[in-house]
């Protein structure tokens, strides 16, 4: 029977998925609130179509830091794809690749990323860096994925902790190791158990640290008011991604999608704002667009994709979100994405 949206790729995975492992892509911080909430938020926006259009022609390409893509449509970092399909971030990358969107490489990869490049050596990536205490490793590891030929770096901003969790991964640690922490010198891995910690020192002023080591655009992913946005203005990153984590971290924050518009309005145009969190329709992905998106990022349903059938799973999420964008623009009067403004939604009184 076939998966017709990315709810039913959901339901195929929990049935999958050992419940160790369904629980760690699933869960969210304390209860669960903001996670439920990404979702939620995206039914009190409402579109305005505007009708008697030519929408026999629809363009869904856009660019992201001046490289092309087929749709705003994403892979944002999630760690440890192996425990969804064998192959984990491998099979991603080919995906995004075939796809012809960008897929961002957690620092908690499961492959190599001499694996992953070699994958999809054509496909368009950024690294996501958990930066570690240790700074000559992050300094290797910005060095080397600028080596390997990704794009961007995607500095996360918001773990100085891990959150509280209340699901147990105590059977997946003894398994998973981590392919791009290990000792440069060696080139081992490094259990799970054995992750050295974030770093909570991080702040402002290390920016210019990072901006020093590397000519790659710099996006912080984890910014969610319009304070933080500023600042990022100011000490001249290239992009913001506005996200919580998933629900991941801290419970009771505002729903990505409602964070959006106040991240925007914060940076005047003058870098990219992109968007993750809750994202599950065609629809869901105008509305991130109206609201300011340069595009949207997919954590969850990517790895529901890949418990499917591996690359070709998440070939197909990617095909049925990008389906359903183009008909959301095509019968809301949207040429192509530049056309896609504000003028668009209104929000629910309910």
């Not at 030929?149 to 891990?162: E, M, N, Q, R, S």
């Not at 974030?198 to 910014?223: E, N």
């Not at 629809?283 to 690359?311: Q, S, T």
Request: with cysteine; glycine share 8%; proline share 4%.
């Amino acid at each position: 029977m076939p998966l017709l949206c990315l709810a039913d790729f959901q339901a195929h995975a929990r049935e999958q998925l050992s419940k160790s492992t369904w629980d760690y892509i699933e869960g969210g911080a304390d209860d669960g609130f903001t996670r439920d909430d990404n979702i939620a938020a995206f039914k009190k926006i409402r579109l305005r179509p505007r009708y008697l259009k030519d929408v026999s022609k629809v363009d869904l390409q856009t660019t992201i830091q001046g490289e092309q893509i087929s749709v705003p449509i994403c892979i944002a970092p999630t760690g440890f794809h192996c425990l969804a399909w064998p192959d984990g971030e491998m099979s991603t990358a080919r995906a995004a690749r075939a796809a012809g969107v960008c897929y961002i490489t957690s620092t908690y990869a499961s492959c190599s990323l001499e694996d992953i490049v070699a994958a999809a050596p054509e496909g368009l990536r950024w690294y996501q860096l958990y930066v570690q205490p240790n700074r000559q490793l992050n300094k290797q590891l910005i060095q080397k994925v600028e080596s390997l030929g990704f794009k961007a770096l995607v500095i996360t901003v918001d773990v100085p902790k891990i959150g509280n969790r209340r699901y147990n991964v105590t059977d997946l640690k003894k398994s998973l190791l981590l392919k791009n922490l290990g000792s440069p010198e060696k080139g081992n891995s490094v259990p799970y158990l054995q992750m050295t910690p974030i770093d909570s020192a991080i702040c402002w002023d290390d920016l210019s640290w990072f901006q020093s080591l590397t000519r790659l655009p710099i996006i912080l992913k984890g910014i969610l008011t319009k304070e933080d946005a500023e600042l990022a203005v100011k000490h001249n990153v290239q992009g913001i991604i506005v996200s919580n984590h998933g629900g991941r971290q801290l419970d009771d924050v505002p729903a990505s999608i409602d964070a959006l518009m106040e991240v925007v309005a914060a940076v005047k145009g003058k870098i990219e704002v992109y968007v993750d969190g809750g994202v599950r329709t065609g629809n869901d992905v105008l509305k991130a667009l109206a609201l300011g998106a340069k595009c949207i990022f997919l954590g969850r349903p990517i790895l529901w994709g890949l418990a499917y059938k591996g690359e070709h799973g998440v070939e197909e999420v990617l095909n049925i979100l990008k389906n359903e964008f183009h008909t959301s623009m095509t019968l809301t009067g949207c040429r192509s994405v530049a056309e896609i403004n504000r003028d668009l939604i209104q929000f629910s009184r309910l």
